[in-house]
């Protein structure tokens, strides 16, 4: 069921009000159900004068029309499953291009701006190669690294991660590239259209690219650089962590060397990705609360009950001295990723689990 205009700019306000970031914006609407419940509650608070007002969230739904762009909400079944699952999961995304690419796998590719040549070539053919076998490439369309992975994707699947509104083309040089996605794509961003990026809004990107997908590729990074902020988001999310390994003497080899120090999975090609790649199973409410709302029934006409919350003694259950990865877990709880991923970082800080490479667990007998 598609949300009305009117539940779109509730959203939107409660999103766009000030000091509410995505945790504080799920956590409320957890509290009061729905989004005018939630704002609400605000304005009978200290903080009303913190709330979006309703003409600026009109404005915003306004713009994002006259753009073209497309809108999905949290709490939706069109929200993408994997963003869903996380704490901080974007309250709304903004789209354009081809939406089902949502769908099937993904692995995001990152790395350097200044690529090198052989940087761009191996992403070239790692990209293209998983594109044939059906995976869709995520990245950030900055110039460099990014940009040789969407190329090489575009007609096997791509999307692009935008840290601006959609209606902004960065960087411009890419602007081929960018009506290329509208075109064989899929553009998204959590901004309003009319925003130009700024560097603060660059991690908030980058967390989408690593929750949208099953997998981070990194190929030529810095020691200090925003791909490394990716693996960081893809390494709390559960997501498998893999990289490109370079020469020692290339300062934008550091990064990468490092993260497979660490453990992340060396890849000399994409076999390397295949013989890691998981399987993701979806779980789809055939009605969610939202949409219920909007069709003008109660919640509880939801065809599949939410399952018992799993209690720690059995996703202890679940596990054994054998490593186990947390896509497995979750199918075999019924729980949602985000819930399990806690779950298991309580019980690792207990010294009951233990975590492996790849986001794979044990139990500690």
């Given at each position: 069921m598609t949300p009305t205009d009117q539940q779109i700019v509730d959203h939107i306000?409660?999103?766009?009000?000030?000091?509410?970031?995505?945790?504080?914006?799920?956590?409320?609407?957890?509290?009061?159900?729905?989004?005018?419940?939630?704002?609400?509650?605000?304005?009978?608070?200290?903080n009303a004068h913190k709330v979006c007002s309703l003409a600026n969230?009109?404005?915003?739904?306004?713009?994002?029309?006259?753009?073209?762009?497309?809108?999905?909400l949290s709490?939706?079944?069109a929200y993408p499953h994997r963003l869903a699952a996380l704490s901080d999961a974007p309250p709304l995304l903004y789209w354009r291009g081809n939406s089902t690419l949502f769908e099937g796998k993904l692995c995001a590719?990152?790395?350097?701006r200044n690529a090198s040549g052989a940087g761009r070539k191996i992403t070239s053919a790692l990209a293209s190669d998983m594109g044939k076998e059906g995976i869709v490439i995520v990245s950030g369309m900055a110039r460099g690294i990014d940009t040789a992975a969407h190329l090489s994707a575009m007609h096997t699947g791509t999307i692009a991660c935008l840290a601006g509104g959609l209606?902004?083309?960065?960087?411009?040089?890419?602007?081929?590239?960018?009506?290329?996605?509208?075109?064989?794509?899929?553009?998204?961003?959590?901004?309003?259209?009319?925003?130009?990026?700024?560097?603060r809004h660059f991690p908030r990107r980058n967390?989408?690219?690593?929750?949208?997908?099953?997998?981070?590729?990194?190929?030529?990074?810095?020691?200090?650089?925003?791909?490394l902020i990716t693996a960081r988001f893809a390494a709390d999310q559960g997501r498998e962590l893999f990289a490109v390994p370079g020469s020692p003497l290339d300062p934008r080899s550091a990064g990468a060397n490092q993260l497979i120090?660490?453990?992340?999975?060396?890849?000399?090609?994409?076999?390397?990705?295949?013989?890691?790649?998981?399987?993701?199973?979806?779980?789809?409410?055939?009605?969610?609360?939202?949409?219920?709302?909007?069709?003008?029934?109660?919640?509880?006409?939801?065809?599949?009950?939410?399952?018992?919350?799993?209690?720690?003694?059995?996703?202890?259950?679940?596990?054994?001295?054998?490593?186990?990865h947390v896509d497995e877990i979750v199918a075999l709880s019924g729980q949602d990723a985000h819930g399990i991923l806690a779950e298991l970082q309580m019980l690792e800080l207990e010294g009951k689990v233990a975590r492996h490479v790849g986001a794979r667990y044990s139990r500690i007998d």
């Open positions: 306000r409660l999103a766009r009000s000030r000091s509410i970031g995505p945790v504080t914006f799920h956590k409320l609407i957890e509290k009061h159900e729905t989004a005018p419940l939630a704002i609400d509650a605000l304005l009978d608070g200290p969230a009109e404005q915003e739904l306004e713009a994002a029309h006259a753009a073209g762009l497309q809108i999905v709490g939706t079944t590719i990152v790395g350097a209606d902004v083309i960065y960087p411009e040089e890419n602007r081929d590239v960018y009506f290329q996605l509208v075109e064989n794509g899929l553009l998204v961003s959590e901004m309003p259209p009319g925003m130009k990026p700024l560097a967390r989408i690219i690593s929750g949208l997908s099953d997998g981070v590729l990194i190929v030529e990074a810095a020691a200090r650089s925003g791909s120090k660490d453990g992340a999975i060396l890849v000399r090609s994409a076999e390397d990705i295949f013989a890691e790649f998981p399987e993701t199973p979806r779980q789809v409410l055939a009605t969610t609360p939202l949409e219920a709302t909007a069709a003008g029934m109660p919640e509880a006409r939801s065809r599949h009950p939410k399952p018992a919350k799993v209690t720690q003694s059995g996703l202890l259950s679940l596990l054994s001295p054998s490593p186990l």
